[in-house]
């Protein structure tokens, strides 16, 4: 499951989509297509698609790390 929401950015001034991704490794599929999406939105340079500035994990440690 994920969730997109649209936002500023008060650094940049800029308008910005963030995705929540919810347990992206609950499985080995979940988890090749989380690892493929974020490699391909910080690899894509074009006008019309939006790419990765940031990514975080809100879990303090390996164990609680979920949530992308």
Known sequence: MTCVNSA???VRG??????KLVKPFQNET???RAFRELK???MV??????????????AHSIE???DV
């Open 8 to 10: 500023k950015d008060s």
């Open 64 to 66: 609680d790390f979920e």
């Open 14 to 19: 800029e308008r910005i989509a963030i995705k």
């Open 45 to 58: 340079n074009h006008k019309n698609v939006i790419g990765l500035l940031n990514l975080f994990s809100p």
């Open 40 to 42: 391909l939105m910080k």
């Open 30 to 32: 979940y988890a090749k």
